[in-house]
Protein backbone atom coordinates (compact mmCIF):
# COMPACT_ATOMS: atom_id res chain seq x y z
CA UNK A 1 0.00 0.00 0.00
CA UNK A 2 3.12 2.36 0.95
CA UNK A 3 4.25 1.99 -2.91
CA UNK A 4 0.84 2.75 -4.21
CA UNK A 5 0.79 5.96 -2.26
CA UNK A 6 4.45 7.00 -3.05
CA UNK A 7 3.60 6.14 -6.76
CA UNK A 8 0.37 8.09 -6.78
CA UNK A 9 2.31 10.64 -4.98
CA UNK A 10 5.21 11.02 -7.64
CA UNK A 11 2.28 10.93 -10.44
CA UNK A 12 0.17 13.72 -8.96
CA UNK A 13 3.85 16.22 -8.51
CA UNK A 14 4.64 15.24 -12.48
CA UNK A 15 1.09 15.92 -13.49
CA UNK A 16 0.87 19.24 -11.65
CA UNK A 17 4.60 20.24 -12.88
CA UNK A 18 4.33 19.27 -16.52
CA UNK A 19 0.52 20.82 -17.29
CA UNK A 20 1.57 24.36 -16.23
CA UNK A 21 3.95 24.74 -19.71
CA UNK A 22 1.92 21.99 -21.73
CA UNK A 23 -1.26 24.28 -21.08
CA UNK A 24 1.40 27.90 -21.65
CA UNK A 25 2.09 26.06 -24.80
CA UNK A 26 -0.74 24.03 -26.37
CA UNK A 27 -3.36 25.68 -24.38
CA UNK A 28 -6.33 23.51 -22.47
CA UNK A 29 -6.35 20.47 -24.93
CA UNK A 30 -3.06 19.31 -23.16
CA UNK A 31 -4.95 18.73 -20.39
CA UNK A 32 -7.28 16.08 -22.48
CA UNK A 33 -4.93 14.69 -24.62
CA UNK A 34 -2.59 14.06 -21.03
CA UNK A 35 -5.86 12.70 -19.53
CA UNK A 36 -6.58 9.98 -22.45
CA UNK A 37 -2.70 9.22 -22.83
CA UNK A 38 -2.22 8.44 -18.72
CA UNK A 39 -5.19 6.06 -18.76
CA UNK A 40 -4.48 4.26 -21.43
CA UNK A 41 -0.85 4.09 -20.17
CA UNK A 42 -2.33 2.59 -17.09
CA UNK A 43 -4.45 -0.14 -19.11
CA UNK A 44 -1.50 -1.34 -20.97
CA UNK A 45 0.69 -1.42 -17.78
CA UNK A 46 -2.67 -3.47 -15.45
CA UNK A 47 -2.45 -5.86 -18.09
CA UNK A 48 1.08 -6.72 -18.54
CA UNK A 49 0.95 -7.13 -14.05
CA UNK A 50 -2.43 -8.75 -13.93
CA UNK A 51 -2.01 -11.45 -16.79
CA UNK A 52 1.41 -13.21 -16.48
CA UNK A 53 3.58 -13.79 -19.97
CA UNK A 54 3.20 -17.54 -19.80
CA UNK A 55 -0.63 -17.43 -19.35
CA UNK A 56 -1.00 -15.38 -22.53
CA UNK A 57 1.56 -17.49 -24.41
CA UNK A 58 0.57 -20.99 -22.78
CA UNK A 59 -2.51 -23.15 -24.87
CA UNK A 60 -5.41 -24.32 -22.72
CA UNK A 61 -4.44 -28.63 -21.27
CA UNK A 62 -5.75 -31.06 -24.13
CA UNK A 63 -7.63 -33.66 -22.16
Same mark, same amino acid.
Given at each position: $?? @? #??? &?????????? #?? &??? *? %? *? /? $??? @?? @?SIT???GVA /? &? *? /? @??? #? %????AQS?? &??????
Amino acid at each position: $MG @L #FNA &SAAVGTALGT #FL &SGP *L %V *L /I $MGY @LA @LSITGVAGVA /I &S *L /I @LAY #F %VAVPAQSRN &SVPPQE
